[in-house]
């Protein structure tokens, strides 16, 4: 059930700092350190292990914040969209899997839109349907035509050596990635950072966990691409949806039971170092010859068709699939190619490869369990520089199951 909402903590207050023109940051430019911030204990938390199937979530994907205050949740796992209100009390839910005018075939995200409708995203396919606050379908629209990218057309996308997750409209894809190609690309383990996009327009930055910690660190960048903060939030929650110092998202506990969870930002009296690939500390692989980037993609999307066709062949043995490299007898992971899985189980898997000397990020996403909008079994890489989605490429992989 809902729980009662705890004393607000107080509002951080962030001192931005001055931000640059593009191309006129240097590592002088930027602090040696960051002011920490935290999360403290939630003021708002909605689910249950057992109880009415309202407030029982089985697969969120999405939870954000509607345009009159109440909470939007796409449960994947039972293909509904749930409402509450600011309290955290149930309001209504509806959809289903089918074919049907306001049924799924596979639900994903839902985006605010407006004040008095909302968005929602089915896995595959591209389609949206744009619901008001009741539940009423107003209409379905394609993905492309809101995104204008027909290579990741929902807002899990990759650009460079970043995986970005919001700014599904045209207009906010753009403003980001000229945000993004201010910044250096991350080049040490992993080759690659995964981002979340406020309402605001700025960054999140998943900066990587550092062994037996116990809560994860991002790092707040404004919109402009100007770092202004370490934020430590707790473990086993992932941010859906930021704005100001209002945070929604999932909070997954005991027995992989998930739980939707509001914070607010809470100041502290600590700081922390900016990350070293921000100040450029991460330099690229010199040789005496420039890399030929059509090369080492190619390479890279080799190696993800030779890893999809080992992972079939684990998945006949063992009935999942595996984040183990050394598991995968049937592959040889390629000279300076780096990877890294994003999920493997035995609904499905995805993998990112990276390589030091360009900028630019391949991935697969195969099975149920895949990044929304992208297409299973396609190979797909961010476009190296420059706005145009139409500089991202793919390639279709060859197997099958």
């Not at 707790?234 to 998202?249: N, V």
Request: hydrophobic share 40%; glycine share 10%; charged share 25%.
């Amino acid at each position: 059930m809902a729980r009662p909402s705890a004393p607000r903590a107080a509002a951080a207050c962030l001192a931005l700092l001055a931000a640059c023109g593009p191309g006129d940051r240097t590592a002088a430019d930027l602090p040696a350190d960051l002011p920490l911030l935290t999360l403290g204990e939630p003021y708002l938390e909605i689910g249950a292990v057992d109880g009415p199937e309202e407030y029982v979530l089985a697969a969120v994907e999405s939870v954000v914040r509607l345009g009159d205050g109440s909470i939007g949740v796409s449960d994947a796992g039972s293909t509904r969209i749930v409402v509450y209100d600011e309290s955290g009390a149930f309001v209504r839910g509806w959809g289903q899997q089918g074919e049907g005018p306001t049924e799924f075939r596979s639900l994903a995200r839902l985006y605010p839109f407006g004040t008095d409708s909302l968005l929602a995203a089915e896995r595959y396919g591209g389609r949206v349907a744009v619901f008001d606050l009741e539940g009423g379908l107003g209409r379905w629209v394609d993905a492309v035509d809101i995104s204008g990218d027909t290579t990741f057309v929902l807002d899990s996308w990759l650009h460079g050596r970043f995986w970005i997750d919001g700014a599904l409209p045209a207009d906010a894809r753009a403003s980001t990635r000229a945000t993004l190609e201010r910044l250096p690309p991350p080049r040490l383990a992993p080759g690659y950072r995964r981002i979340r996009i406020d309402r605001e327009g700025g960054p999140w930055v998943q900066e990587p966990s550092q062994d037996g910690a116990s809560r994860d660190a991002w790092t707040r960048l404004d919109a402009s691409g100007t770092p202004v903060a370490v934020v430590e939030m707790p473990s086993r929650f992932r941010p859906t949806s930021i704005s100001g110092d209002d945070l929604l998202g999932v909070w997954t506990g005991e027995s992989d039971v998930q739980f939707v969870r509001a914070y607010r930002l809470r100041a502290t009296d600590e700081s922390r170092p900016v990350p070293g690939w921000l100040r450029g500390d991460e330099s690229a692989v010199t040789s005496e010859a420039a890399p030929d980037e059509a090369e080492l993609t190619s390479l890279m999307i080799s190696a993800i068709k030779v890893m999809a066709m080992a992972q079939e062949m684990h998945y006949s043995r063992n009935l999942s699939y595996t984040p183990s490299i050394a598991a995968l007898d049937e592959f040889e992971e390629p000279e300076g190619v780096e990877i890294d899985f994003v999920a493997a189980n035995t609904r499905g898997w995805a993998a990112v490869f990276t390589h030091p000397a360009i900028d630019r990020l391949c991935g697969l996403a195969y099975g149920f369990d895949i990044p929304p909008g992208w297409t299973p079994g396609k190979v797909v890489c961010g476009p190296v520089t420059g706005p145009s989605p139409a500089a991202a490429t793919s390639a279709e992989d060859g197997s099958s199951r």
